[in-house]
């Protein structure tokens, strides 16, 4: 009953920037947190950033300094503004929502958008 839209990814120099935006649609009343994802070829899914109905954040070492997550609740959209951008960063960026229901987890995921970091 959540869909999730990813968009903004494609591909740039390194140094570049991007932003990526997340719309949830369905019955998002009720998502706490949003986040993104993302997973290189032939590697395992990691987490990039993360925010909370509140505004609190979490990032992963390997993004912290370069990359901004922020989130407009009354649109239920997350955005990731991506700076200083590096060929490891290539992946696709998933994002994600959790919502909780009775002491229930549910996770939904967007389709994903693929971010291309050239030398």
């Known amino acids: 009953q959540v869909q999730l839209v990813e968009s903004g990814g494609g591909l740039v120099q390194a140094g570049g920037s991007l932003r990526l935006s997340c719309a949830a649609s369905?019955?998002?009343?009720?998502?706490?947190?949003m986040g993104w994802y993302r997973q290189a070829p032939g590697k395992q899914r990691e987490l990039v950033a993360t925010i909370t109905s509140g505004g609190s954040t979490t990032y992963a070492d390997s993004v912290q300094g370069r990359f901004t997550i922020s989130r407009d609740n009354p649109k239920n959209t997350v955005y990731l503004q991506m700076n200083t951008l590096k060929p490891e960063d290539t992946a696709v960026y998933y994002c994600?929502?959790?919502?909780?229901?009775?002491?229930?987890?549910?996770?939904?995921w967007g389709q994903g958008t693929q971010v291309t970091v050239s030398s």
């Open positions: 994600n929502a959790l919502r909780t229901v009775i002491g229930i987890e549910y996770w939904y």
């Open positions: 369905g019955r998002a009343v009720s998502i706490s947190t």
